[in-house]
């Protein structure tokens, strides 16, 4: 169909033309918008629009229910009954899917469904592209060169289901990537922002940053592996916590096969997993966080389920005061394990009540290291959850209070759960992006937090 047949058309159409038993519709209509730069010049910037139609078709069967799922992109008019057919046809050829639930029910109609999708442009950059303009005049001053990209996407989602739900969620998602080098290419320093419309971020104050950073790293010191103090700022606590909650589903847990396993059967819920006072929780109503209010899944997974779609998603703390509070579930897990249904989560906020930013923890440390940001997390054992990775662009030495130099990178092996029993203290809650899992996810709220013996496992050669 053209652009100019609106997504909830689309989607009744859809509707009507399905025979099956069940059959939910998501149209998801994407614009982007991007900037790139390198040696202090914009080298591209474009725009791009693009749409996608999700069928899910469910078959009522005697041995049970039956799930199709078709997803192109493009479709036209004449495209749309065959794809709805083709997702009844995968439903029927199918056996009975082991997560069928009924379709959530209920009236709830979004109030704009009707509406036009949202589009971004690149009008997104009307006043950040001037200050990175003067962010590169700065930089040239200062003898170094900036590198990275800004990009913004916005997707409107329409889901339709044969059972009445009619429900629209516009998401903004932008990030801001900044590196800084020296001019021979031995220093370098990174910086990064996740933002809704990049009207809270100003490239001049990261560039000031980076300048700081390239500094410190003017003196060179090489350190042995081993462990060490170690002040991680809330990039790196987000991509660890990212993939804490990735292992955290229910069903793994009570068939034990992960972290949040206990010993001898059932979960770790209850336990006490820090003596901070953390809560890491979701809240698709957080302020600059904002996420889908409702289940959106274009198919069934380990964490989510097609049947689960327009499911509302409510504020869920997963660690509370400390301690253990929930799993994720899905209906058909939530059932399966007895425990409440959490459907997955669009955004992870850790809060802990301190007050300290990271310049105010690296003031108060004797002896340790300040990080940057972590790289090429991979994962080495999912019963402790023992991650591998690299340290990049920049880890320092701190002496006295005082940043003293910048030393070798680490590849380090942790588990993000034994980092939280062994974390003496957690600084001021701010939004970041997390380096290493951007591209999936953004939304994120951090503190700082000191590890008072990180473990740092050998050298890298890594820059």
């Not at 057919?85 to 009236?107: F, H, K, M, N, S």
């Not at 588990?415 to 899992?437: C, H, I, Y």
């Amino acid at each position: 169909m053209s652009r100019s047949t609106k997504p909830h058309e689309i989607v009744e159409r859809a509707l009507e033309l399905s025979t099956a038993d069940g059959c939910v519709v998501i149209a998801d209509e994407e614009s982007s918008a991007n900037l790139r730069w390198a040696g202090n010049a914009l080298t591209t910037n474009g725009v791009t629009r693009g749409r996608t139609l999700t069928v899910i078709a469910t078959v009522d069967g005697k041995e049970g229910t039956a799930s199709g799922v078709v997803s192109r992109s493009a479709v036209t008019a004449d495209d749309l009954e065959p794809l709805v057919r083709a997702a009844e046809a995968a439903a029927r050829g199918a056996g009975p899917a082991e997560d069928a639930q009924p379709l959530v029910t209920g009236t709830p109609v979004s109030p704009d469904f009707t509406d036009a999708p949202a589009e971004t442009t690149s009008a997104v950059f009307a006043d950040f592209a001037p200050a990175l303009g003067e962010a590169f005049a700065r930089a040239r001053a200062g003898g170094r060169e900036l590198y990275g990209f800004a990009n913004h996407e916005l997707v409107s989602t329409y889901v339709g289901t044969s059972t009445g739900l009619r429900l629209r969620h516009d998401q903004p998602n932008g990030t801001l990537e900044l590196n800084a080098k020296s001019p021979d290419r031995q220093r370098s320093a990174w910086a990064g922002r996740a933002t809704r419309d990049f009207k809270d971020v100003d490239p001049t104050v990261l560039d000031a940053e980076l300048a700081v950073r390239l500094g410190w790293a003017e003196r060179k010191i090489d350190l042995p592996a081993g462990r060490y103090e170690t002040l991680l700022p809330p990039t790196a606590v987000a991509d660890l916590l990212i993939y804490q909650m990735w292992s955290a589903s229910a069903r793994d847990a009570v068939e034990g096969r992960t972290v949040f396993s206990k010993p001898g059967g059932g979960t770790r819920l209850g336990e006490r997993l820090t003596e901070l006072p953390l809560t890491l929780r979701s809240d698709p109503h957080a302020p600059g966080l904002e996420s889908a209010p409702f289940v959106i899944a274009h198919s069934s997974g380990d964490d989510a389920s097609a049947f689960d779609n327009g499911l509302p998603v409510p504020v869920t703390e997963w660690i509370r005061e400390g301690e253990l509070a929930r799993l994720s579930t899905t209906r058909h897990t939530a059932g399966l394990t007895g425990l409440p249904v959490s459907p997955g989560f669009g955004n992870l906020i850790l809060d802990g009540g301190g007050e300290k930013s990271l310049d105010e923890m690296v003031a108060d440390t004797e002896r340790g290291l300040l990080l940057t940001c972590l790289w090429y997390i991979r994962e080495v054992d999912p019963a402790t959850l023992l991650l591998t990775g690299l340290t990049r662009d920049g880890v320092y030495l701190v002496e006295n209070g005082q940043v003293v130099g910048e030393v070798n990178n680490f590849r380090f092996n942790e588990s993000p759960v034994d980092l939280l029993s062994r974390a003496s203290e957690a600084g001021r809650t701010e939004k970041t992006l997390p380096r290493e899992w951007s591209d999936w996810f953004t939304r994120a709220a951090m503190p700082p937090v000191r590890i008072p013996d990180f473990n740092m496992s050998s050298v890298s050669k890594g820059v």
